[in-house]
């Protein structure tokens, strides 16, 4: 299965990504995490790369695409994968498309995960990572239950660097502009699917499920 998440920053890409990573074994591929775990190891690259992630902007073309190649080079993306935040603009999905063709492993579908601008605020703004665990919570939706279960253990809630409301606003923009337009993009080639992507995460699980059977 070979797939792209389509959608807004805080439409669930990276959460659902990692049920059906656990569940398909195949690989979850986001460049955002591969772009943080760069930006944590303090190269210059790295540091460029902080620059413009906490601007929300976008990293060249040229720099995601040779991360990219490189990871769906390696054997555990074979059998498949699912790309998590790319590609990002129609320059990206043609490179992919020029690269899958080149491994001959066309792309099964592109998925867009549809979600309300009022929901991704929230998503957004409320997102947190537990320090001790990396699960992914959420102020407005998660329950103080497993809140209180991060903390208690003595972890903290930790926030993206980039989930503040001035930084948030430009990544929807620039998602509005650069990559909305991939969704006629990967429709002129019959694969797009979409899915409504606002209720529990288990809801929205069983619709991308039914999406890609
Ligand atoms: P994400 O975790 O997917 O929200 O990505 C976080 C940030 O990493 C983005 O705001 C961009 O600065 C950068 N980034 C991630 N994926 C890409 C991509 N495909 N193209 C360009 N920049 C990216």
Do not use: H
Not at 28 to 39: F, H, I, K, P, Y
Not at 78 to 103: H, K, S, Y
Not at 173 to 178: S, T
Request: with cysteine; net charge negative.
């Amino acid at each position: 299965m070979r797939i792209v998440l389509l959608g807004a920053p805080g439409s669930g890409k990276g959460t659902q990504a990692k049920k059906l990573m656990a569940d398909k074994n195949i690989p979850q591929v986001s460049t955002g995490d591969m772009l943080r775990e760069a930006v944590a190891t303090g190269t210059r690259f790295g540091l460029k790369a902080k620059a413009v992630m906490d601007a929300g902007n976008l990293v060249p073309d040229e720099v995601v695409l040779g991360i990219i190649s490189e990871r769906l080079g390696q054997p555990d993306a074979e059998e498949g994968f699912i790309l998590d935040g790319f590609p990002r603009t129609t320059q990206q999905a043609i490179d992919l498309e020029d690269l899958l063709d080149e491994l001959g492993t066309p792309l099964d579908t592109a998925v867009l995960m549809d979600v309300d601008f009022d929901v991704l605020m929230k998503r957004l703004t409320g997102r947190r990572t537990c320090s001790l665990t990396g699960k992914l919570l959420n102020v407005y939706f998660s329950s103080q239950d497993e809140l209180d279960e991060c903390t208690n253990a003595g972890g903290e809630l930790v926030q993206r660097e980039d989930d503040n409301e001035e930084t948030i606003g430009n990544r929807l923009d620039v998602y509005r502009e650069k990559t909305e337009p991939l969704i006629d993009f990967y429709q002129q080639r019959n694969k797009l699917t979409t899915i409504d992507a606002v209720g529990t995460m288990d809801e929205v699980y069983d619709r991308l499920l039914n999406a890609l059977s």
